[in-house]
């Protein structure tokens, strides 16, 4: 099927990007799926899905119990999901997903990573339009990849295709099929590693080399930050 989006590219985008407070951010994620669908895992495929994830980045069980636990006793109450949109300097278009508890603080702090490195916060919906929000799967291979691609295609499949390890595939799927993908996954027994949704550029800025450097500081600062859980951007690496 014909590739719409350089989706390769941008799971390189995700790996780049990754916060460097992993625990703090999958414990957030925990914290919202149990407020949105109770912390029972066989019903809440969304907990699931984050709990493997959590297993997967080697978060101590521990730390998942705890995560679950913390939610369920209404101590991430005041926490909510906030979406900032932006441009860094150059002109590439920016998305901070967050999870915050104080949303002006979270606001202000973001306002100030974009003036501190030539970029600026922008209106909500001004650069959302340059992206399309996906979900992706990470499953263990298969023997016939076009018989499953084929089967999968009524549950919202995008694109299937071989990671890097060709140990595992990548689905990729409509953002509004990630429930219906995860069960048939499920109903099939494939195991799934990882699951997510990402936003995929639907055209990328290029930069010079002094925009660069300020673009890779406008990142750092917000790998720091606690409250953006992750980071879209369509700059062409």
């Known amino acids: 099927m ?22 703090t951010r999958i414990s957030k994620d925990i914290a919202l799926a149990v407020k949105d669908g109770g912390p029972n895992i066989d019903s809440n495929f969304r907990l699931r899905s984050i709990i493997q994830n959590a297993k997967s980045a080697n978060m101590p ?5 705890r995560a679950i636990k913390n939610a369920s006793d209404k101590n991430f109450d005041n926490y909510k999901e906030v979406i900032l949109e932006g441009y860094s300097t150059g002109g590439v278009a920016i998305i901070l997903d967050c999870i915050s508890d104080n949303n002006n603080r979270t606001v ?18 001004s650069v959302e339009f340059l992206f ?61 590693l990882e699951s997510d949704f990402e936003r995929i550029p639907v055209n990328y800025k290029s930069i010079d080399e002094n925009q660069l450097q300020n673009f890779n500081k406008f990142i750092e600062i917000c790998n720091i930050d606690e409250d953006i859980q992750k980071i879209s951007h369509n700059l062409q690496l």
């Open 108 to 125: 202000g702090n973001i306002r100030s990573y974009f003036n501190k490195t030539d970029g600026n916060l922008a209106t909500n919906g």
């Open 132 to 192: 399309k929000k996906v979900c992706f799967f990470k499953i263990i291979s298969v023997e016939n990849k076009e018989d499953l691609e084929l089967g999968l295609i009524d549950f919202g499949l995008i694109e299937l295709e071989v990671d890097n390890n060709p140990d595992f595939l990548i689905i990729y799927g409509e953002f509004d099929s990630y429930g219906k993908l995860y069960k048939e996954l499920e109903n099939r027994k494939i195991k799934i």
């Open 61 to 65: 069980k521990d730390n998942i119990e």
């Open 2 to 23: 014909g590739r719409a989006f350089e989706f390769r590219k941008a799971r390189k985008f995700k790996r780049w990007a990754t916060m460097a407070k992993t625990f």
